[in-house]
């Protein structure tokens, strides 16, 4: 079984740009969430999509970041337009049910702003 | 708010040391609690976890005990090896709200042979 994938694997942009994060969770798993590590700081909780809908979105800093999960499959995170403190490590994690006690990370996307 | 509390890294010890990590955690109910581990270039993988006051979580050689009454989850392991060289994230999730996952700032550990 395929595990959670995400795409890029790293990605330096200049501040002003856009970036486009992708994650694929764990094949039938309807829970999808988005973290973040910044700065070296503690992993922070984004949002939690059920399927395509956005249960949780509690997490996400500001309003220049947009996530979707269009048909209930993968998952888009954009920043737009990016600025320097949104480096960091992006995390996406998947579940196949909300009362699953594990949730399975993917390996993250390093984004570098300039 | 709930969260997670683990020591200052980096860590540095020679294989075959023991190893902790402390972990302490402020929760308004009975989470549950995870360490993750990130082994470098990898991503976040469970290394173990504890549902419920006096469980013990056990895997590759490392342990942590679940206290309620000192509110903790500390991370052991009696000999470590280079192959341990990694960053561990102390972690809870409220049972209650089956959503995000509260992490700890993670502690980096170096063995060195």
């Known amino acids: 079984e395929a595990g959670v994938t995400q795409f890029p694997s790293h990605s330096v942009i200049e501040k002003g740009q856009t970036v486009t994060l992708r994650c694929d969770p764990i094949?039938?798993?309807?829970?999808l969430y988005w973290y973040r590590r910044v700065m070296g700081k503690e992993i922070k909780f984004l949002l939690h999509?059920?399927?395509?809908?956005?249960?949780?979105e509690s997490g996400m800093p500001n309003n220049r970041f947009l996530a979707e999960r269009t048909g209930g499959t993968y998952s888009t995170l954009k920043v737009q337009p990016a600025e320097l403190e949104d480096s960091g490590v992006y995390f996406c994690a998947s579940s196949q049910d909300v009362r699953q006690e594990t949730q399975y990370f993917g390996p993250g996307t390093r984004l570098l702003v300039l | 708010g709930n969260s997670v509390t683990q020591m200052e890294g980096p860590v540095t010890l020679s294989e075959e040391a023991f190893l902790t990590i402390n972990c302490t955690y402020t929760a308004t109910g009975y989470p549950s609690l995870f360490w993750y581990v990130q082994y470098p270039g990898e991503g976040l993988q469970l290394l173990l976890k504890?549902?419920?006051?006096?469980d013990k979580g056990s895997n590759k050689g490392f342990e942590a005990t679940y206290r309620k009454e000192t509110t903790s989850f500390h991370l052991e392991k009696g000999s470590v090896q280079v192959s341990d060289s990694a960053v561990y994230f102390c972690a809870l999730r409220m049972k209650t709200s089956y959503d995000k996952v509260i992490f700890g700032p993670g502690t980096s550990l170096s063995v060195i042979p």
């Open positions: 999509f059920v399927k395509e809908s956005k249960q949780d």
């Open positions: 094949s039938g798993h309807d829970n």
């Open positions: 504890a549902t419920k006051a006096d």
